[in-house]
Nanobody, 123 residues
């Protein structure tokens, strides 16, 4: 079973940047599609971005983060990234990485999940 661990969350002012990372200690997720999801207080978990299993391949983004967030992966280092710039207060949420067999916006496709990392954007 693949266990995922997110890092890089924190408190940032609006307009600031953060880079989240996701690792699978002791495992490889090179053959999995990977995604980032987020859950804000009182809201359901939602799709943020996803990437196919090979580096530099097909990516999907939710409309609200297009042009501000960038998902990437380094399969040699076994790390998934989410670069976030021009952060807004509405980006405040717990961010989760996930691994699954398909590159999809649908969270039900993803088999493995991390515990999440908190991102807080102050106005």
């Amino acid at each position: 079973q693949v266990q995922l661990a997110e890092a890089g969350g924190g408190l940032v002012q609006a307009g600031g940047s953060l880079r989240l990372s996701c690792r699978a200690p002791g495992r490889t997720f090179n053959n999995y599609a990977m995604g980032w999801f987020r859950q804000a207080p009182g809201k359901e978990r939602e799709f943020v971005a996803s990437i196919c299993w090979w580096s530099g391949s097909i990516t999907y983004y939710t409309d609200s983060v297009k042009g501000r967030f960038s998902i990437s992966r380094d399969n040699d280092k076994n790390i998934l990234y989410l670069q976030m710039i021009s952060l807004k207060p509405e980006d405040t949420a717990v961010y989760y990485c996930a691994a699954g067999p398909l590159n999809s916006r649908n969270q039900d496709v993803y088999t493995y999940w991390g515990q999440g990392t908190q991102v807080t954007v102050s106005s």
